[in-house]
């Protein structure tokens, strides 16, 4: 079993930054593809980023890329968010997931098999 915890949530106003992390408790996740995905009040969960085991690539939601970034340290078996530029429609729960199949960077949520407990966002207009 893999346990995530996520860190860096908080208060932020539109056009400032945050940087959400996400620990893992063993060290066989430097082998997983790894995945945002957030949760708004009254939404459904969607994808924000994920990346490949190896870091090399990474896929976005339209509306974050360019200001989101996703990264990963797989020494500290840690996966980062850099957001910036965030608006008040960024507001949500951000939880991070992993994928242990590992074929390819996938955006559905039910592919994912570990999840965090989530660190809740929220921008101010």
């Known amino acids: 079993q893999v346990q995530l915890v996520e860190s860096g949530g908080g208060l932020v106003q539109a056009g400032g930054s945050l940087r959400l992390s996400c620990a893992a408790s063993r060290s066989t996740l430097s082998t997983y593809n790894m995945g945002w995905f957030r949760q708004a009040p009254g939404k459904e969960r969607e994808f924000v980023a994920a990346v490949t085991w190896s870091g090399g690539a990474a896929s976005y939601l339209d509306s974050v890329r360019g200001r989101f970034t996703i990264s990963r340290d797989n020494a500290r078996n840690t996966v980062f968010l850099q957001m910036n530029s965030l608006k008040p429609d960024d507001t949500a729960v951000y939880y991070c997931?992993?994928?242990?199949?590992?074929?390819?960077?996938?955006?559905?949520?039910?592919?994912?098999?570990?999840w965090g407990q989530g660190t809740q966002v929220t921008v101010s207009s």
């Open positions: 997931a992993a994928d242990r199949a590992n074929v390819r960077l996938r955006v559905t949520a039910s592919f994912y098999n570990y």
